[in-house]
């Protein structure tokens, strides 16, 4: 994209390292066989390619063995598949429907991809609780998921957010997890906003489910992400989906054996291999290093935004040409990602996107981004969402410095004429 600055990695990530789409094509070109189909070398070396992704990810996230790991389309395929098979695993239990008192908890920082699945369970009958969050921070406070875990009968799962991809905050995951397994409920994590920018570790999360994407943090392509199960919890997930794996093909069950159990059908062989040259990248550099870089770019994106004047509740009133503009999310760098969401008094959020890319060569995303519950818990639901500008490892300072400049020149301006009608860019971008 020359001339042209992607600062929405947060949606996706853009661009890949360049190992990624040599893996892809070569595979392409010189292999090309579905794994574990056949017996020629071929079928066999897209197996073993295969087979290393799936130890790479279970290095990368500390993951007790690589077959924890099973392959998904993408963060919410694995959530789907997390949810509605604890779901159907509850249901059979107790003879086709949930018990009476079925309850799931999330919180109010959670995305569509967990609020959706959650609502089809409470369409069957089941009770879903969303915790509150500081509207400042966005924190979630674990005692608040506690005494929501204690307040009624044992949850059949929670399901939290490592990392917001409005507000940016990271969530103390690690303080539920213990409480979750100090009371045997079991905990999903939605980390699609965490693996790749901060060490994520299953063990230390102490969470028995962790989706994740293949596309965003990680750098690998489009179409991929997993779901961590700990081992031996597979069998309180019951099969969403069922058919061909390429074993045990005489028997007309799923086989129970991890990972067969959960991938039915042909694998995107090459979007796995381009998810693995990217995490073997990640690996070969280290997911702290990364994350310090990330942070250098988080302490400048705060510090201009800061400068410009933007409010933030944690700030003092400067002055400055942005007081019109507050940012979301926690103010210390440690404490979030670099997805930054900021909100005009009166400039809609697209009119900002589409001025920040036909005037600055800036792309942003703009509208309530699939978290409708984060914004109403940060009072921007009204205001239709807020714009966002999300890094990736590739962002550099002088980038940052580029659209701390945007920002604060937009803001001079005012009033403007509205560029792109609102709905074209919500559409766009829902
Ligand atoms: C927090 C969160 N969860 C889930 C998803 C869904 O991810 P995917 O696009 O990989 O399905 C997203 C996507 O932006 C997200 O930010």
């Known amino acids: 994209m020359p001339g042209r600055l992607y600062l929405d990695n947060a949606a ?8 990624v789409y040599e893996a892809m094509l070569a595979y392409a070109q010189d292999c090309g066989a579905s794994p574990g189909r056949g017996q020629y070398a071929e079928s066999r070396e897209g197996a073993r390619l295969i087979r290393q992704a799936r130890e790479r990810l279970a290095r990368l996230l500390n ?7 099973v392959f998904t389309l993408n963060t919410t395929d694995a959530l789907n598949l997390a949810i509605k098979g604890v779901a159907r695993a509850a249901r059979l239990a107790a003879g086709g429907r949930f018990p009476t008192g079925t309850r799931v908890i999330t919180t109010a920082m959670d995305h569509n991809s967990v609020l959706r699945p959650y609502h089809a369970l409470a369409e069957e009958g089941a009770e879903v609780v969303h ?29 939290v957010n490592l990392a917001s991809n409005v507000a940016g905050t ?16 079991p905990l999903l994590i939605d980390a699609a906003q965490a693996v790749g920018h901060i060490p994520v570790d299953v063990e230390a999360l102490g969470c028995d489910l962790l989706a994740f994407p ?33 074993s045990w093909s005489e028997q007309d069950a799923q086989p129970t054996s991890m990972p067969e159990r959960f991938e039915a059908g042909s694998h995107n ?23 310090a870089h990330e942070e250098a770019l988080i302490e400048a994106m705060l510090a201009g935004l800061r400068e410009a004047g933007v409010r933030h509740p944690f700030w003092p009133v400067l002055e400055g040409p942005c ?12 404490r979030r990602v670099a997805v930054f969401a900021l909100v005009h008094d009166t400039l809609e959020p697209a009119e900002i996107a589409a001025i920040l890319e036909s005037e600055f060569g800036i792309l942003a995303r703009a509208g309530l981004t699939c978290a409708p519950r984060v914004h109403a818990a940060m009072g ?35 009033p403007r004429p509205v560029i792109v009608p609102r709905t074209a860019i919500g559409r766009a971008s829902a």
Do not use: N
Not at 275 to 287: I, K, N, P, Q, T
Not at 323 to 334: K, V
């Open 214 to 246: 293949g596309h965003k943090g990680l750098m690998g392509p489009q179409g991929t992400g997993g779901l961590y199960i700990r081992p031996g919890f597979e069998a309180r997930v019951a099969t969403t989906r069922e058919g061909g794996t390429g």
């Open 63 to 69: 993951a007790e063995r690589p077959e924890a790991i």
């Open 131 to 159: 915790v509150e969050a500081d509207p400042d921070t966005g924190e979630v406070a674990p005692e608040r998921v506690i005494a929501a875990m204690d307040a009624g009968s044992m949850p059949m799962l929670v399901a």
């Open 323 to 334: 007081t019109a503009m507050r940012l979301l999310g926690p103010a210390e760098a440690s």
């Open 12 to 19: 996706t990530s853009y661009p890949k390292p360049a190992c």
């Open 380 to 414: 921007t639901l009204d205001r239709g969402g807020a714009v966002r500008v999300s890094f990736g490892p590739f962002v550099t300072l002088d980038d940052v410095r580029h659209v701390v400049h945007a920002i604060r020149a937009l803001c001079q301006d005012e």
């Open 269 to 291: 062989t090459m979007g796995i291999v381009g998810l693995s040259a990217a995490v073997g990248w990640m690996l070969e550099r280290g997911v702290a290093s990364l994350r």
């Open 170 to 185: 990271i969530q103390p995951a690690a303080e539920m997890g213990a409480a979750c397994r100090a009371r045997g409920v």
